[in-house]
């Protein structure tokens, strides 16, 4: 394994110079992808491709986060709300609760829309805050969305309560059903299939939008804003605006994300859109490494179905002592926040840190002293 | 002095009770290289921070070439054409020399989130002016070699020069250095005049913040004096060296 | 019964409590400018420890009521000034001189971390404060004041004078304030930063442990979430005061817990019966985000809110 390791890195540099390696190499990422689900559902069964699935809304969520987390280095602890806005505007506006069953391309765009409003609403007043301000102050925004979205049942029903909202409509997608088994050419693809289909075709858009943005001159902008917000400005980055773009860009792909969960689910509750699915996303990013696409990717595959495999923990446990002593549901959250602490103090930069940002995150006192004043006067 | 490209009038800054600047005037004439000079404390950071939208001033008034700037964010003033560096370096430490040059490059440019994604012609054509012009600044400022390296892993010397190449990507009118030369060692200094003329040469103002006197006296064709946030003397090298409040002042003798 | 002096009177209680904790958040703001997300987490431990001590006394010892609740209120008090020193230690100190980012996402680490460690050491069930305070009921202005509420407020005065003294009074408090102004000019005068650094975390921690009894004590079950909305009311607190502030996170306190009550005993004739008091908690994030936003320094604080 080493042998073949090293003989590929040694390689590596003519192997990128040849075209058709290139090729091929794509060639076999995208067959690997497109056979995913079929290897899934033989190796591991149904139950994990639905895990895979899942996987990718929580791509999806980790690189909306990321562009506010990872480039602008914002950090928002109240990014589930969006999420939970998309979802509930899909519910909403395609399920029984209202009578109203919109298709599924009218109501991602305005799940979108309505995110990046709230994310701008948000951002607007609190993103001149300093960083630990603006922690705090998008977690109780968090709160805040959960708390209407448990208490809106009353005087009129809105959002139906704690309940939440069954019976929602199945994403169809060109007269195609999603939640029915399909055949095409003799092939069968079972619901969790065609859902891993579209979830894969939205994160590989999603990816491809930073991958563009990440170099562009709104990219560089965000960056220099982590770097030094006051230097930014001096640059003529109009900080403010350049923060908000990037609040609600990640914002819009929260509220994609959230319309695709509830329609892939078919019922959602307020107990989804909770703090704790915030930290998640934000521990997904810091595993993975801060500002790092494939890194932020990985993350979200690791804290994704780590859990589950530890579900295997419970069974073990089962069959060696005939009961569940650790219930591994119960340390699920520990590990994560475990992971926060060790990470931060072992491996500030992730798993795959992005070039920029592991150079960042070793400790300099220089970044240190910018940080104590901003762009605006503290006399006005 | 028809029409002056920087006008200062009656400019004054308090912090709590205390008077940071009180009823500065200058005015700075299009071409020159003008000199800030004053002991440490006397205002002079104070009031580039006033003329770049950091610190807003509690009165006064000031203008570039007609347009008023008190009151405008940061960025504003950029545009509008003043540019400057900072005393204690501040450069985007952890992106290349390149990169921070073409940060500068924002404020005349428009490409946004749309064209970032699509990139279209124009998106495609700006990126790549962007990028040569900051090679171009990069190479007028003698760092054309470092463009690939990390802003932080540079020498002093070249640090400040890279801030000055990225201050000028902004396509200033005015130029304001804060102490350009400070940190920098005998024979960097002696490479930073030939540099600030060179950019007087083709046709941005400077106002020069600094210390070292023989720089200053060498390059600027006007010198203003601060001295407790006062400006208690003004004129040309010649005369700013004969005043004899500026020596007690400041020169204490020392210029001889 | 007066509706308005019952709602004050419960406004006081609770803003007693908040206070208590809020100067943990204060303390520490003021000299490292870190929030200490962790700080409602110690807040609930204090409460479990508490509640263990008493669950373990009352049944096999025969002493009296009173003496088991002051012995129960020790030991937490001791085990929260240990936890406070302890996460300062391990999650803080070696990020000291790191970006921002990372230590606050340690202290977020370490708040999910304690949570857990409670549900697993305590269960998922709110747990019920014995019953062991007989109550005694008063009445003022016509509305209805008990002898815990009493005791409560009573005491959060005795210890916010306490510390008051403490820091304005003591040599101690003395390189805490010198401290707060610059680390490094303390450390010349022969103070020891660190030092001073883990005993504003211990007295935090101390002090977010009574507030932690008084909230099993007074308001109900204990449970191992309760941290959370107590930690996040009490920094709006100290938010509310002006962070870094002592005085501001005592007043603060208590004009949040005068909001919060007035503001859930009238939200439903406010809002013509559109809202009721299950937004109680909506009203502690709206001021909080007020405040932030229009006057970030707090009432009474200095200008802190724009260090970047």
């Known amino acids: 394994m080493t042998m073949l390791h090293n003989s590929l890195l040694q390689r590596w540099p003519q192997l990128k110079q040849d075209r058709r390696a290139v090729i091929a190499a794509w060639l076999l990422i995208a067959l690997a992808l497109a056979l995913l689900p079929f290897v899934t559902d033989a190796a591991l069964g149904r139950s994990w491709v639905r895990i895979v699935d899942f996987a990718l809304l929580y791509i999806l969520l980790a690189l909306g986060l990321n562009i506010v987390v990872g480039y602008a280095g914002l950090l928002d602890l109240g990014y589930i709300a969006f999420y939970g806005v998309g979802a509930y505007l899909y519910a909403l506006l395609a399920s029984p609760h209202f009578g109203l069953h919109l298709p599924v391309w009218a109501i991602l765009p305005l799940g979108a829309l309505l995110a990046a409003i709230f994310g701008m609403l948000l951002g607007a007043p609190t993103l001149k805050l300093r960083g630990d301000y603006l922690a705090i102050v998008t977690l109780g925004f968090g709160e805040i969305i959960h708390i209407f979205l448990r208490n809106l049942d009353k005087p009129v029903n809105i959002t139906n309560g704690p309940q939440g909202v069954n019976l929602i409509d199945p994403i169809s997608i060109a007269g195609i059903n999603l939640h029915q088994t399909q ?53 003529g980055i109009n900080t403010r605006n350049i923060k908000l773009l990037a609040f609600g860009m990640g914002a819009t792909f929260g509220g994609i994300s959230g319309g695709l969960f509830a329609g892939y689910q078919g019922y959602i509750s307020p107990e989804s859109f909770i703090l704790n699915e915030s930290i998640i996303v934000v521990c997904m990013i810091v595993l993975g490494g801060m500002g790092n696409l494939f890194g932020v990717i990985l993350g979200a595959i690791l804290l994704t179905t780590l859990p589950e495999a530890l579900r295997y923990l419970g069974e073990l446990q089962q069959w060696l002592f005939g009961r569940i002593v650790l219930d591994p549901a119960d340390y699920r959250m520990l590990l994560y926040g475990l992971a926060l602490v060790l990470m931060m103090l072992l491996r500030p930069a992730g798993i795959l840190p992005s070039v920029r940002r592991k150079r960042e995150l070793q400790p300099t006192p220089v970044v240190a002293e910018h940080e104590k004043d901003t762009v605006y006067d503290s006399t006005r | 002095m028809t029409n002056p490209l920087l006008s200062i009038k009656n400019v004054s800054k308090h912090f709590g009770g205390l008077a940071a600047l009180s009823d500065v005037s200058l005015t700075i004439e299009r071409g020159a290289i003008f000199g800030l000079i004053g002991p440490n404390g006397a205002g002079k950071t104070t009031l580039f921070n006033v003329l770049t939208g950091l610190y807003h001033a509690s009165q006064g008034e000031v203008t570039l070439d007609g347009i008023s700037l008190l009151g405008k964010p940061p960025h504003a003033i950029v545009n509008a054409g003043l540019a400057r560096t900072f005393q204690n370096i501040r450069l985007f430490a952890n992106m290349t020399a390149l990169e921070n040059v073409m940060v500068g490059r924002h404020a005349r440019t428009r490409t946004g989130i749309f064209g970032a994604i699509v990139q279209h012609a124009a998106a495609r054509d700006e990126e790549r002016a962007i990028e040569s012009r900051a090679h171009a600044l990069l190479d007028y400022v003698g760092l054309g070699s470092a463009a690939n390296q990390l802003a932080r892993h540079l020498p002093y010397g070249d640090q400040r020069r890279l801030e000055i190449a990225r ?70 090298p010649a005369e700013i060296q004969h005043n004899p409040t500026v020596i007690e002042a400041y020169l204490g003798g020392t210029m001889a | ?74 030991t937490a008090v001791i085990f929260c000034m240990a936890l406070g020193f302890t996460i300062e230690r391990v999650a803080y100190r070696p990020l000291r001189n790191a970006p921002r980012l990372a230590p606050l996402i340690t202290a977020i680490g370490m708040s999910i971390v304690l949570q857990n460690i409670a549900m697993l050491m305590w269960g998922k069930r709110p747990l019920n404060f014995p019953d062991i305070i007989p109550i005694a009921r008063f009445e003022i202005l016509g509305a209805h004041i008990t002898n815990v509420q009493i005791v409560i407020i009573v005491s959060a005065v005795v210890l916010m004078l306490g510390l008051w003294l403490l820091i304005n009074r003591t040599r101690l408090g003395r390189a805490m ?12 005068m022969g103070i020891n930063p660190n030092t001073i650094i883990s005993v504003t975390f211990m007295i935090g921690g101390g002090l977010a442990a009574v507030a932690g009894v008084m909230v099993n004590a007074y308001y109900g079950p204990a449970h191992y979430t309760m941290g959370f909305m107590l930690g996040l009311k009490a920094f709006t607190a100290a938010v509310l005061g002006g962070i870094g502030n002592v005085a501001g996170a005592m007043f603060g306190g208590i004009l949040l817990g005068l909001i919060e009550s007035l503001g859930a005993g009238y939200i439903h004739k406010l809002t013509f019966g559109f809202m009721g008091s299950d937004y109680q908690d909506v009203f502690a994030f709206m001021v909080l985000i007020l405040i932030l936003v229009f006057r970030p320094s707090g009432l009474f604080g200095e200008r802190v809110g724009d260090r970047a």
């Open chain 2, 167 to 236: 201050a000028l990507a902004t396509d200033p009118r005015l130029l304001a250095l804060d102490e350009p030369a400070a940190g920098m060692n005998p024979s960097e200094t002696r490479a930073l005049t030939p540099l600030l003329q060179k950019i007087r040469n083709d046709g941005v103002t400077l106002l020069l913040i600094e210390h070292d006197m023989p720089l200053v006296m060498t390059v600027c064709d006007r010198i203003a004096v601060l001295d407790y946030g006062k400006n208690v003397a003004e004129g040309t």
């Open chain 1, 183 to 235: 055949q095409f050419l003799g092939i069968t693809f079972y619901k969790d299939y065609l859902y891993y289909y579209l979830f894969l075709t939205i994160a590989l858009l999603i990816i491809f939008i930073c991958i563009r943005l990440q170099d562009s001159r709104i990219g560089r902008a965000w960056v220099a804003i982590r770097e030094d917000e006051v230097a930014a400005a001096a640059m």
């Open chain 3, 177 to 188: 304030r010198a401290t707060s102004q610059s680390p490094a000019l303390a450390s010349l």
């Open chain 3, 1 to 74: 019964m007066n509706e308005f002096y019952q709602h004050l009177i419960n406004g006081l209680v609770l803003g007693s409590i908040y206070a208590l904790i809020a100067l943990g958040y204060t303390m520490v703001y003021g000299i490292m400018q870190l929030i200490n997300f962790a700080h409602g987490e110690v807040t609930m431990m204090g409460a479990m420890i508490c509640l263990t001590v008493l669950n373990a006394m009352l049944g096999s010892s025969g002493m009296p009521h009173y003496l088991i609740l002051l012995l129960g209120m020790g």
